[in-house]
């Protein structure tokens, strides 16, 4: 089987030469379990090579015929993954053509309407992706397999949800032995699925369920050392949502670094939620040399926060941050522009309280309405939401790493602001952060750590490099001129220059912003919510992988 990773633009904008690149977690969660059970798989990343006839042919050496192909789907790549199914369609008219991931599953029909998709896979995939290969192989049915949506007898079918994996330890290692390009980042790994919370901007609960699923400490630290002993790895980001929802799991992963000596050879960071680090777990991160903590703060406003369900307050920041720099750790914040019915004065508010925490980093992005979300439910017939062809503009960087001069349209922008308004205090804040003296010489020096590019060792005597610095350097020349002028002077100019940015300028609100929520999904876009494996009841020891219900609570399970 081939796995495909699409890329609808280099990641990073203008900085993308020197962003490293992720590996795609997606894909190579399947191809490991699909490996784990006998089947060869091979990958094609888009963001490291380039998708042609020759490519394609190369990657597809080997493999069964008809050749079984899939295409992991985000929103903003969704367009280039239906650009290139056609392409395989044309060369490989036989060849099986699947989707799956985020938007797949928020939108299968959207898939289905390309006649060149012949299977969509929602939810967490590696089950129905695993049970629908060998039905092909074996020349049998796939009506009866969880998780499709297809086209049968010229209408669309959804056949019920396919079970969470509830042991996550029974998943393969990470196959980071398939991907060896020099530019990947390498540093990472995923010891839980699955968020009880209900933050209505977020999509990721469609594919991990509400569940909290995790690795147990064991598979965990062994993973570490693969990572540390055989890739030489010195500094490793734990992808989960929520590291430390549970206490106990996280001292326990903390010992048994210790006792393994792991904290010896590397550092680790979390991104956690604010709630949910109590101080009992704090000294064991330290002693297993945690040395980073990152937070989804998304707004400084209290009133924002709760029109977004994040179910915990700025308030729990503040006190989180300051008790993990208290520890010893680098912190760092992560917040949204455009919410429904924000002010300026609320942005300039988040900003002055995020530089008063003293974090080592923060950014500042664009609402996405992701399809699947409530957020998505509630605006989507809205006038201030613009969808390009292809959801092209739905990319949560868009506005902080590409030219202000750039006609490509915000996906949202609320009655309460204009869309100039809006890119332009992106832009702004984001400078008004990185824009200084130890961030700066950070970059220049090849510093690495959470958030950093990283540029080419002696890139000052290239001439390639430093024609690519320079072209860095006016972009952002250009930015700031325009970000740091009043608005009086510069907005008429980009409306001259842009005329569809008056299309959303501040209009009066018809109504006030209630959102649904996730307790009322639409059919089919949030499936994997409403039928999600339910998750047992059993207390679980800690040293054992466990679903955890999807409660609202103040305190981490397992003090």
Same mark, same amino acid.
């Given at each position: 089987m081939l796995l495909i990773n699409p890329a609808s633009e280099k990641f990073g904008g203008f900085l993308s030469r020197y962003v490293p690149i992720g590996i795609p977690v997606a894909v190579g969660s399947l191809a490991g379990y699909l490996r784990q059970h006998g089947i060869k798989v091979n990958i094609l990343d888009e963001e490291v090579t380039d998708v042609t006839p020759d490519s394609l042919a190369k990657a597809l050496e080997g493999l069964d015929k008809p050749y079984v192909i899939g295409f992991s789907c985000l929103t903003a790549h969704v367009a280039r993954a239906y650009e290139m199914s056609k392409m395989v369609k044309r060369l490989y008219p036989d060849s099986i053509v699947i989707t799956g991931g985020l938007h797949a599953s928020a939108l299968p029909e959207e898939s289905l309407e390309h006649d060149t998709i012949d299977i969509v896979v929602r939810g967490e995939g590696e089950q129905a992706l695993l049970h629908l290969y060998q039905a092909i192989r074996g020349g049998k049915p796939w009506h009866d397999i969880g998780g499709l949506s297809y086209r049968q007898n010229g209408a669309i079918k959804h056949n019920p949800e396919a079970p969470l994996i509830p042991d996550l330890d029974s998943l393969p290692m990470f196959p980071y032995d398939m991907f060896t390009h020099p530019r990947y980042e390498m540093g990472f790994i995923t010891s839980s699925r699955?968020?009880?919370?209900?933050?209505?901007?977020?999509?990721?609960?469609?594919?991990? !369920?509400?569940?909290?699923? &995790?690795?147990?400490?064991?598979?965990?630290?062994?993973?570490?050392?693969?990572?540390?002993?055989?890739?030489?790895?010195?500094?490793?980001?734990?992808?989960?949502?929520?590291?430390?929802?549970?206490?106990?799991?996280?001292?326990?992963?903390?010992?048994?670094?210790?006792?393994?000596?792991?904290?010896?050879?590397?550092?680790?960071s979390i991104q956690t939620r604010a709630d949910n680090i109590p101080d009992p777990i704090i000294p064991h991160m330290r002693k297993a040399n945690f040395v980073?903590?990152?937070? !989804?703060?998304? #707004?400084?406003?209290?009133?924002?926060?709760? =029109?977004?369900?994040?179910?915990?307050?700025?308030?729990?920041?503040?006190?989180?941050?300051?008790?993990?720099?208290?520890? !010893?750790?680098?912190?760092?914040?992560?917040?949204?522009?455009?919410?429904?019915?924000?002010?300026?004065?609320?942005?300039?508010? #988040?900003?002055?309280?995020?530089?008063?925490?003293?974090?080592?980093?923060?950014? &500042?992005?664009?609402?996405?309405? &992701?399809?699947?979300?409530?957020?998505?439910?509630?605006?989507?017939?809205?006038?201030?939401?613009?969808?390009?062809?292809?959801?092209? %503009?739905?990319?949560?960087?868009?506005?902080? #790493?590409?030219?202000?001069?750039?006609?490509?349209?915000?996906?949202?922008?609320?009655?309460?602001?204009?869309?100039?308004?809006?890119?332009?205090?992106?832009?702004?804040?984001?400078?008004?952060?990185?824009?200084?003296?130890?961030?700066?010489?950070? =970059?220049?020096?090849?510093?690495?750590?959470?958030?950093?590019?990283?540029?080419?060792?002696?890139? &000052?005597?290239?001439?390639?490099?430093?024609?690519?610095?320079?072209?860095?350097?006016?972009?952002?020349?250009? %930015?700031?001129? =325009?970000?740091?002028?009043?608005?009086?002077?510069?907005?008429?100019?980009?409306?001259?220059? %842009?005329?569809?940015?008056?299309?959303?300028m501040p209009v009066p609100m018809e109504k006030e912003y209630v959102t649904s929520g996730w307790g009322l999904p639409p059919e089919h876009t949030k499936m994997s919510v409403? %039928?999600?494996?339910?998750?047992?009841?059993?207390?679980?020891?800690?040293?054992?992988?466990?679903?955890?219900?999807?409660?609202?609570?103040?305190?981490?399970?397992?003090?």
């Open positions: 699955g968020c009880p919370y209900k933050c209505t901007y977020c999509s990721q609960r469609m594919l991990t !369920g509400t569940s909290y699923r &995790y690795k147990s400490a064991k598979r965990i630290v062994e993973e570490l050392q693969v990572l540390i002993e055989d890739y030489g790895q010195k500094q490793i980001l734990f992808y989960d949502d929520n590291f430390s929802f549970m206490q106990r799991r996280v001292i326990e992963v903390c010992d048994r670094i210790v006792e393994r000596g792991l904290h010896r050879k590397c550092s680790f980073h903590v990152g937070f !989804g703060m998304e #707004t400084g406003s209290e009133r924002l926060a709760k =029109i977004i369900v994040k179910g915990e307050t700025v308030a729990d920041h503040i006190d989180a941050v300051k008790r993990c720099q208290k520890a !010893g750790f680098e912190t760092s914040l992560f917040m949204i522009f455009g919410l429904p019915t924000e002010v300026a004065q609320e942005r300039e508010d #988040t900003y002055k309280l995020v530089q008063s925490l003293n974090v080592q980093m923060s950014k &500042y992005n664009n609402l996405i309405p &992701y399809p699947g979300t409530p957020l998505y439910t509630d605006l989507k017939d809205s006038p201030r939401v613009k969808k390009l062809p292809g959801w092209a %503009n739905f990319n949560s960087t868009l506005s902080a #790493t590409r030219s202000i001069f750039d006609k490509i349209p915000l996906p949202y922008v609320p009655e309460t602001m204009g869309e100039f308004e809006l890119k332009r205090d992106i832009i702004r804040y984001n400078f008004r952060t990185y824009l200084k003296l130890k961030p700066i010489l950070a =970059i220049l020096t090849r510093q690495k750590g959470v958030g950093w590019v990283s540029l080419p060792e002696r890139w &000052y005597f290239k001439p390639v490099e430093l024609y690519h610095v320079t072209r860095v350097a006016l972009n952002v020349a250009t %930015n700031l001129l =325009i970000a740091y002028l009043p608005r009086w002077m510069t907005q008429p100019l980009m409306h001259a220059l %842009n005329p569809a940015l008056k299309e959303r409403i %039928n999600a494996q339910k998750p047992s009841t059993q207390a679980h020891p800690e040293s054992t992988p466990a679903l955890i219900s999807p409660v609202r609570r103040k305190e981490p399970i397992g003090v």
